[in-house]
């Protein structure tokens, strides 16, 4: 909470969150902060030089985390579906209960490694940002909507990157 309570603070002194109301209580009075903008933009000079790492680990973390929370039995039971496409490059591996039931759940994960040219790796990174925007205007723009009955928040991660020589 301490920490917390420094940030709070430190964010409130810089005038990036201002007071809105105080809710007096028997003790500490209740205060509550909004943001003064919708967006801020932290300068890439000033971040620590593994952010990017940390908050990648933390999403894959999390990411692993409401897989096996949705469909538990992946952790410990199920296929692991091995598998080339007719006519394709590359491998893909699917963890699945069982042959056809990966596409009826509500989540999914699977990797591959794919041999692609410069081209093809382009157009793949290309495909995916337009399924990121595709789904974020869907979703109203800014990825996250108002709760809203029958509607429930989806973590999706895409990517794709050179893998690491083998040795």
Known sequence: MSKVHHW????????????????????RAITRYRTVADEFVVPEELLPASLLERQLTDLNREFLRGVFRAVPELEHR?????????GQRHVS????????AARSML???SSMTLLLSQDEA????DD???????????????????????LAEHLVMLGTTPAAPRN
Not at 8 to 27: N, S, Y
């Open 122 to 125: 382009k157009e793949l990174v």
């Open 78 to 86: 199920g296929s692991l579906r091995i598998h080339r496409q007719p």
């Open 128 to 150: 995916l940002l337009d399924l990121r925007d595709r789904w974020l205007e869907r979703a109203g723009g800014e990825g996250r909507r108002p709760s809203i009955d029958g």
């Open 107 to 109: 989540t999914h994960q």
């Open 8 to 27: 709070v603070k430190r964010w409130l002194t810089l005038g990036a969150l201002e007071i809105v109301e105080r809710q007096p209580r028997a003790g």
């Open 93 to 100: 591996v699917d963890r699945c209960p069982g042959r056809g």
